[in-house]
Each structure stands twice: as structure tokens, then as C-alpha cells.
Antibody, heavy 127, light 108 residues
Framework: QLQLQESGPGLVKPSETLSLTCTVS??????????WGWIRQPPGKGLEWIGS???????YYNPSLKSRVTISVDTSKNQFSLKLSSVTAADTAVYYC???????????????????WGQGTLVTVSS | SYELTQPPSVSVSPGQTARITCSGD??????AYWYQQKPGQAPVLVIY???ERPSGIPERFSGSSSGTTVTLTISGVQAEDEADYYC???????????FGGGTKLTVL
């Protein structure tokens, strides 16, 4: 059974860079048809997709965060990582990693969803 | 930026049918997905590709699509179904994914 686990600092200072890693177990991060994504949820609020990466390194980012986000993958460790720069209090959230399933037919990937998800990790931005 | 619109809350009595809607301009061309999130837990996929149900999800959960609106229907609601529900889809480009604002389902 595929499992994902987020790790990283729970407290980050304003203007610094938030760094998180997601470790995948029970399956290979190099599997075809799967991207690997980051989603966040501010306390008491809704979900926001941050970005997704393929094992080859191909990425998609949320346009509203693109200038501050970098997602990378380490296939040797079965991990992928998130870096979010110049953080403010508005970046305080529970950060989830998830498998991004991309269902492709005839070269068209029209179906994309997130399953399963990691348990999430709370990152607080505060001095 | 693209948005998906959900009602903030829906309330039903046990055994009744709950319907949660999600509206978005690109929905006629993009699939929709639904997630259930209970307090303190990660979201769980309950419907994919508009109306498909993952293994392990009870049959009382179903999804449908009509034009710019998709609907999650929970038939014979049980107390354990009380949770937040989020729809998810893609914008017209197909390469940027968004979530609705979420709907809190209360079982009276």
C-alpha cells in the first residue's frame, strides 16, 4: 500500500525559505502515469494546489505561487521536495504531499486527481 | 484565476440524501473529483472522473455532471459522513488544478 510522509521544519521565519520533503513508500516514485504533488491548507480554510512533478523532473506550478516555488525529485531516495521562498504569515498552513494520478489516453492526459495523501505537516511562519 | 464554487454548508438528517454542488466554467470540458476531509485528517478521494467511485468507498456516494455544475450525492446519509467535502478540477488549459472552497456537511 502506497504511503507518503511529509517532513521538515514546523517553524519558519518571515522572508526565509520553507523546505519540505515527502518520502514515498510502498511503491516507486518513478512509476509512469503518476506525478507527485504538493497541496496546502491554511488553518480553517480550503485546499490550494501548489505544484506537481514527474519523476523525470517535469513540473507544473500554481500560477499564483510560481515565482516562489521550486519542486524537485530524488528518485534514488524515492523522495520529492518543496521549496517556497520569501514566506509570510499567509504561507502558514498544513502542507500535504500526494500522488498526482494522471490518466492519459492517446497522449491526452485529461484526468488528473490526488490519491493518496500524506498525513500533512503544519508549517508556521513566525519570527 | 479559475474558481470552483461550492455552498459553504449543507445539512441533512440521517437517512436522507445530501447533494453538494460545485460550479465552474471549465467543468463541461474537465473532469471533476470529490474529496472527503474529517477534522484533523488528510482528504480522501471519494469520486473521480465525475462519477467513478474508488474501491472501498461506499455505494451511497455518487457523482454526476451537467453543464457547468457537478454534484456529489450521498444517499442514506450516516453520522460518519459528517465532514468537509471539496471538489477539484482543472482550468481550461488542463494543466492547473484547483479546489473548490469546500462544503461542510452537517448530519443533524
Amino acid at each position: 500500500q502506497l504511503q507518503l510522509q511529509e517532513s521538515g521544519p514546523g517553524l519558519v521565519k518571515p522572508s526565509e525559505t520553507l523546505s519540505l520533503t515527502c518520502t514515498v513508500s510502498g511503491g516507486s516514485i518513478s512509476s509512469s502515469s503518476y506525478y507527485w504533488g504538493w497541496i496546502r491548507q491554511p488553518p480553517g480554510k480550503g485546499l490550494e494546489w501548489i505544484g506537481s512533478i514527474y519523476y523525470s523532473g517535469s513540473t507544473y506550478y500554481n500560477p499564483s505561487l510560481k515565482s516562489r516555488v521550486t519542486i524537485s525529485v530524488d528518485t534514488s531516495k524515492n523522495q520529492f521536495s518543496l521549496k517556497l521562498s520569501s514566506v509570510t504569515a499567509a504561507d502558514t498552513a498544513v502542507y500535504y504531499c500526494a500522488r498526482h494520478v494522471s490518466d492519459c489516453t492517446g497522449g491526452v492526459c485529461a484526468a488528473n486527481w490526488f490519491d493518496p495523501w500524506g498525513q500533512g505537516t503544519l508549517v508556521t511562519v513566525s519570527s | 484565476s479559475y474558481e470552483l464554487t461550492q455552498p459553504p454548508s449543507v445539512s441533512v438528517s440521517p437517512g436522507q440524501t445530501a447533494r453538494i454542488t460545485c460550479s465552474g466554467d471549465a467543468l463541461p470540458k474537465q473532469y471533476a473529483y470529490w474529496y472527503q476531509q474529517k477534522p484533523g485528517q488528510a482528504p480522501v478521494l471519494v469520486i473521480y472522473k465525475d462519477s467513478e467511485r474508488p474501491s472501498g468507498i461506499p455505494e451511497r456516494f455518487s457523482g454526476s455532471s451537467s453543464g457547468t455544475t457537478v454534484t456529489l450525492t450521498i444517499s442514506g446519509v450516516q453520522a460518519e459522513d459528517e465532514a468537509d467535502y471539496y471538489c477539484q478540477s482543472a482550468d481550461s488549459s488542463g494543466f492547473s488544478w484547483v479546489f473548490g472552497g469546500g462544503t461542510k456537511l452537517t448530519v443533524l
